[in-house]
Structures are given as C-alpha cells and as structure tokens.
C-alpha cells in the first residue's frame, strides 16, 4: 500500500490539475484514512478478531470461542441458541443484514440511495410484497409453533443488543443509515424474499418467454415444433386449447420479460451441485458428501460459518431439549444452519426447481372478475408507497384477486383505474404455507437419522433438492418446498383460465409425499438443481415386483413404497395405510439440463467401481 502511494503521489505531482488525477488523490486519502482506522482498531485499540466473546441471556453467561474468526458457542436449549446467532450475525454481518431486510421490504433506495433501478427493483418487490407472506407465516407460527416463536424473538433480541451496544458500522455512517430495531417477521420475510427474488423469479421468467414466444406467433400445434420440442410435454395441453392460445396471442395483457430487439448473448449459468456416497465405499466405512451452493464469490459470503453445542441443563433436559452439536453454515439475517453435519447426519441441499408459481388469465369487466357459473369477484386494491429519498415517494397502485396479482400497464399502476380486458394474474405458493408449518433446521443437532431429516426437513418451505447421510451408513435424496395442489391435468408451464374451476388452488401438497429415495443400489446420489429423477424411476422399478400402484410418467412417481422412503420403522400413519396413492406430483417443468449430474454420476460411478475393485 505505502509503495502503490508513493508512486500515486509522485504521479500527481507532475499532473496536479487533472481532473483524474484529482479523483485518485481522493481516493489515495480515502485510503489512508481506512488504514488508519484499520490500524487504530487492531493495534491501538488491541482487538483481536479471535478473542473470546462473553454474553448474557436470561441470567445465563454463554462464552463464544473463535478460530480463524469462525465461531463456536455451547448453550443450554434452542432458545438461547437463537440469540446467541442474533448477536453474531450483527456483530459480524449487520450491513448485510440491513440490505437484505431492505430488499425484503422493497425499501432498498428508501434506505440507502435513490436510484431509478432500485426504485424500479423495490416496485417490483412490493407488488409481490414478501412481508405478508411473512406475517402470514408469523400468524400460523404463533398458533402452531409457538417455540419457534420465542426463537425468533430471541434472534432479535440478540441483534438488537448488539446494535444498542456498538456503535453504527463504518458503511452506516458514510451512507447516513440508522437501523431499524430487528423484528421476528423481518427473519421470515428475508426467508420469503430471497427465493422469490433468486429462485422462482426464474420460473417467472421463463413462462413469460414462453408466453412471449406464443404472442409472437411461435407455432405450438406440431409435436415437432421446436417450442414444443424445448419444453415437452408441457406445451400438449395448450397446443390443444386453440381458443386459449389466440386469447394469449390477440387479447393477454402482461409484462415482457425479453425486450424488444435485445440481441442475445451468451454469458455464465451457474448452478448448484451436491453429492454423497455410501460408507461401503469409503475408508472409514461412513458415508462421504460434498455441497456446492454455487452462490459466486461475495464480500461478505451468503453465508456465515458456525459451530453451535447444545448442552442442556436440568430445566432444557425436562423441557425435552437434548445434547448434540451442527457446524454448518447460516444465512445472516435468519436463524437456522441451513447446510451442515451434526454427531449423526450431515445434509446439504441445491435449489429444486418446484414450480411454485402460476400464472393466471383473469376477464376483467367492471372492476370485477370472472369465477365459475357465472359468478363475479370484486378485484382487489391496495397502494404501495414506494420511498424515493429524501423523504419523497411514489404511490403504486396494485389490482389482485383471490388467484393472485394482476400485471397491468404503467398507467393503471400510477392512476389506479383497470381498463376491461385479459390480464395475466401471478400467485406465488407461499401463500399456501399451512398448519404443518415450523422453522425447519432450527433444530438439527436433535436429529439422529436420515429418516429424522427428511421428517424435519421436508417442511422446509425453499424448493430443494436435499441430500442426507447418517453414522448407520444410510444415504437419502428427497425434495422440500411449498408446491400449490394443482388440477391433474394441468402443467403449470402454462397459464389456465381463472374462470374455470381446474385453476384454482386447492392448498398445498403434502410434502411427505413428495419423491424420496434411500440407500440406492448404486450406493451414490447426486443432485444438480434438478433433482435425480433417474434414480427416483430406478427406486420404482425396483419395486415393480410388490404390489405397488404405478402411476403416469409425466414426472417423478410416487407410490406408497416412495412416499415411506422405503422405511419400514416410520410413524407415518399414510405410509401404513393399503390406499393407492394419487396422481403423479408434477414438481418441475423447467429442469436444468440433466448434463451435470450425469457428469457427477459417471466420475462416482469410477471412483466407487474402482473402491468396490479394491475391496474384493
């Protein structure tokens, strides 16, 4: 640094008036002044970024250790857990945290700078509006989980003590940025937010192109068609509903995704992978997993390291709570590891791909819309006031109804009058988050087997692909996530009429139905972003002996025998019951190309092939 200035200073003394030269010296002092502000904390001020940190909850002293600047801590229930994360996470991650409360808020150029994309970004969020999914959530929380409740409570106490203790990071002060006290709800609706903003905008996204494709005129009515060749079979049902695809092309009103005449350009897609082996094929004889978030490289990390020890007391152990540990990885702002191993599992997760989301065509005549037999819903408004800065805002006008909110043009959001016409109406599954609900991985040191993951985890509202492993050798691959209960027929791709009875909801499935697979021949699993459904099929055929009801083959099966897990020690009261299962859960319509975990796969099938050599 000393030298890189001294050459800088050199360079400005023969250039003294340019107007570059002017910047550099700017940036040459703000530089000097961080590094002395640096030097001050550390040397002058003898911080040690790995010295022991001291705490207080509830009369109980708990002592935080750290190694490289990952901590570790031990505490006596979940509750104290919980704030002891709070206080971590703010200590370590508070601009961050504040961003990302902000973004789930859509209040980021109200917070720290009005600029026209991030007003056009906090709109956008807004009309989705990620903080009443949360209330909601909060709401069946409170009647259902109260212990989760206390948790999140404690989470904010944690952050909030923090904040009232320390100073305002350097980043708050440059920006002029006070921090709002930390509230349970702005944990969930970071937890609401990011999936929308990072995972299902993407499902978004890519049904409009399919829409767009349409309006243009793009045929659909020959199974050779190259759109119906890209997203088969997806596009059956609408090549033959001719009246629905010309309603999409002469009347839908919605939002294009693509501009028009953007060129097209190549660029990077990055994508998740995880993979985990059976213990048959290691040295150790336990089985092996290997995650890859695939989240890029930041400054700071998505994520935040910790190791956390539960040691209960007498009152923790009569409450129910037991010993165990995780070291794992958490998302600031929220309180759960979402990825990490524990004394008797480790489990890691890709993004799933579930289709959580619909799109609608709503008739709008008179300010209302069309139901089945006839029947008129009143359509729905509320205004948002989007902050601008300096105390300036703007007022959007957003239309909805019970299936969700209506994409409309500019002048309707700014004057709040909805012209008759077909609208395209968005619903996101969160809302269909119900009574089973709890903050899944709040409590995974507790968890002693696979069969314990999937029960605890399945609820885990995020669309996921989670792979597990335990100390007995057993290896399991299932899915989380919301996903709406849809008509049979209907392939969410597409959008469906709102008039018409096969488009509304009916709640949310069942997680415990979802696809699952445990201990597969092939003693491996491997997911990337898709979930393997090749081994889900290879799990069915192996049970195509016993009487196992198959259904159709428009996706993942599932069947009795999958719905178990293939457990013969579970509490399930469905998994002992004779009934036939439903119809097929149809959980993706946009994979990611099969291509990289069949790459994972062929690389594990040679290494465990050469390890199965080496044993016999």
């Known amino acids: 640094h000393t030298h890189t200035l001294t050459h800088s200073l050199a360079f400005l003394a023969r250039n003294p008036h340019s107007h570059a030269m002017r910047l550099l010296l700017a940036s040459c002092t703000l530089a000097v002044l961080l590094a002395s502000w640096a030097v001050f904390q550390i040397v002058v001020r003898e911080i040690d970024p790995d010295a022991p940190l001291s705490l ?55 917070s720290f700078a009005a600029d026209e994309r991030l007003i056009d970004f906090d709109t956008k969020i807004r009309i989705h509006n990620p903080l009443r999914y949360a209330n909601r959530f909060l709401n069946v929380l409170e009647r259902q989980s109260p212990d989760c409740v206390r948790e999140l409570q404690a989470y904010a106490d944690g952050v909030n003590d923090y904040m009232q203790s320390h100073s305002r990071p350097l980043e708050f002060w440059l920006t002029g940025f006070h921090p709002e006290p930390w509230k349970p709800v702005h944990s969930l609706a970071i937890g609401h937010a990011f999936p929308y903003v990072a995972l299902v905008a993407m499902q978004n996204e890519m049904e409009k192109v399919v829409l767009q494709a349409i309006q243009a005129g793009i045929p659909i009515d020959h199974p050779a068609d190259p759109l119906r060749v890209m997203f088969a079979p997806h596009l059956d049902s609408l090549a033959a509903d001719q009246d629905l695809v010309k309603l999409i092309q ?32 290691t040295q150790s004889g336990f089985p092996i997993m290997a995650a890859d978030p695939h989240l890029g490289l930041t400054l700071p990390s998505s994520f935040m390291e910790m190791f956390y020890k539960c040691e209960p007391d007498e009152a923790s152990l009569a409450n129910g709570e037991v010993p165990g540990y995780i070291f794992g990885v958490t998302v600031p702002g929220t309180v759960a590891h979402v990825m990490g191993r524990t004394q008797h599992t480790v489990f890691s997760m890709t993004n799933g791909m579930m289709d959580q989301l619909d799109f609608f065509v709503e008739d709008v005549q008179a300010g209302k819309a069309r139901r089945p037999h006839g029947e008129w819903e009143t359509v729905g408004l509320r205004v948002e006031k989007i902050g601008m800065g300096g105390g300036r805002t703007k007022s959007v006008h957003v239309f909805f109804t019970t299936r969700g909110v209506l994409e409309v043009g500019a002048a309707a959001r700014e004057m709040g009058h909805l012209p008759d016409g077909m609208y395209l109406c968005q619903e996101f599954a969160y809302k269909e988050i119900g009574e089973r609900a709890h903050l899944a991985n709040n409590y995974a040191w507790r968890l002693q087997s696979v069969d314990d993951l999937r029960v605890d985890l399945c609820d885990f509202p995020l669309s996921s692909n ?48 979802y696809n699952v697979v445990k201990n597969p021949p092939e003693g491996f699993l491997a997911t990337a972003n898709d979930p393997d459904v090749q081994a889900f099929a ?79």
């Open 56 to 110: 207080r909850f509830r009369n109980t002293t708990l002592l935080v250790n750290f190694t490289a600047g990952v901590p570790a801590f031990s505490t006596p229930n979940a509750e104290s857990r919980a704030y002891v994360v709070g206080y971590l996470h703010a200590r370590d991650r508070l601009p961050q945290m504040c961003l990302y409360r902000a973004l789930s808020e859509g209040r980021v150029a109200e």
């Open 250 to 281: 002469t009347q839908l009103v919605f939002t294009p995704f693509v501009p028009e005449n953007l060129p097209f350009r190549g660029g990077f897609l990055g994508g998740s992978n995880n993979w985990v082996v059976a213990g048959r094929f």
């Open 466 to 513: 989670i792979l597990g492993a335990d100390d007995q050798g057993n290896i399991i691959m299932f899915q989380s996530g919301v996903l709406p209960k849809r008509h049979s027929n209907h392939s969410a791709l597409v959008p469906v009429r709102a008039w018409t009875e096969p488009g509304a909801w009916q709640g949310a499935e069942d997680c415990r139905l």
């Open 538 to 616: 290879e799990r069915l055929n192996s049970l195509a002996s016993s009487n196992v009801t198959r259904t159709s083959n428009q996706g993942p099966e599932r069947s009795k025998a999958t719905r178990c897990g293939g457990s013969s020690n579970t509490t399930h009261s469905e998994c002992d019951s004779d009934t036939p299962p439903p119809d097929t859960l149809i959980t993706l319509n946009l994979d990611q190309g099969e291509y990289r975990v069949s790459r994972i796969k062929h690389l594990l099938r040679e290494k465990t092939g050469r390890a199965a050599a080496a044993a016999a």
